[in-house]
Nanobody, 123 residues
């Protein structure tokens, strides 16, 4: 399983970004997908997850209402739409895949991780 993220960048507080992650090897619809992030000096944390089918989603409390995860199984891509960004959202954002039906904060088994895409939010 190979994952590649894109869409990060430098934005100002209140602006939006959409991250994308494409799976290039493997059967995309066999994996639940998710996004984690890691800020400097902090542990990696769960952001959002989506089920195999895309009908189920999970969010961290800080992401609820501002971020939206979705997937396009026809194009092997998962998205993270991030709105109302804050400086505290500054981090390296990673895409990940799991054979579990739903990606969530307690997911332990991951099939692959992307290299990450940097999101920087200026005040």
């Amino acid at each position: 399983v190979q994952l590649a993220e894109s869409g990060g960048g430098l934005v100002q507080t209140g602006e939006s970004l959409r991250l994308s992650c494409t799976l290039s090897v493997g059967t995309f619809s066999s994996y639940s997908m998710g996004w984690f992030r890691q800020a400097p000096g902090k542990e990696r944390e769960f952001v959002a997850g989506v089920s195999w089918s895309g009908r189920g989603t999970r969010y961290a409390d800080f992401a609820q209402g501002r971020f939206a995860i979705s997937r396009d199984n026809a194009n092997n891509t998962v998205y993270l739409q991030m709105n109302s960004l804050k400086p505290g959202d500054t981090a390296l954002y990673f895409c990940t895949a799991s054979t579990e039906p739903m990606m969530h904060a307690g997911t332990q088994a991951f099939s692959s991780w992307g290299q990450g895409t940097q999101v920087t939010v200026s005040s």
